[in-house]
């Protein structure tokens, strides 16, 4: 039932015509440049970059001047008409959770995406999927929303995104727990204060590397 409130909702955001609003929800947040700035002082130059749950590709885009070669995987393949006509960018339209190709990647971003996978099974398969396709001195880097004190879970109605909505966002112990079957991790605290809107949930980047 949460997986269909989750599929219905992203259906309704790939009819809308402002690539950031689909995906953000409005078209003025920093969040975007944060992330660009962020990922470049990770990353090196001319590296490949799988960037999964690309969504409209807004980030996908950007990178794509910074990268040898990155492809965005989206399930939702409306979503993907925003993609910019880049020779290096590549889209595929797949499912994350059952995600994997033969390319190992310099790194492999999941931004704004986990909170919109319910089964912690599921995203432990990702996880295992992912220390699959880098390299061996390649970087994992995930961003979203962690809860603070415990698991938040949003289900009901959004007024002010207007649809059902859909959310969890894991415990800091609980995503740091899933990472470290496969991975050491570093936390980063990547947005100001003001960009954590909300007291019990906060934003972090979790930076891993494979063991």
Known sequence: MNQKIIDDFWE???????????????????????????IIKQV???????????????LT???????????????HEELLRFRSDTP???????????YNDDIKYDAILLFG????????????????NCARMLKPYGKL???HQS???????????????????FSIYRHQKKELLLLSEYFSVETVDIYPLEMNRWSNTHFYSYIATLK
């Open 12 to 38: 309704s955001r790939a009819k809308i015509e402002d690539p950031r609003v689909a995906t953000h929800f409005t078209k003025n947040d920093q969040m975007l440049e944060y992330d660009y700035q962020f």
């Open 113 to 128: 995406v986990l909170q919109y996978i319910v089964d912690d099974e599921l995203v432990s398969k990702i996880y295992k």
């Open 44 to 58: 090196p130059a001319q590296s490949k970059i799988l960037d999964l749950g690309c969504g409209t590709c807004t």
């Open 88 to 98: 290096n960018l590549e889209t595929v339209v797949s499912d994350i959770t059952n």
């Open 147 to 165: 809860g603070v004190n415990e698991d938040v879970i949003i289900n009901k109605y959004s007024s002010e995104i207007g649809h059902n909505y």
């Open 61 to 75: 885009n950007l990178l794509a001047d910074h990268a040898s070669f990155i492809r965005g995987v989206e399930k």
């Open 141 to 143: 880097i995930i961003k």
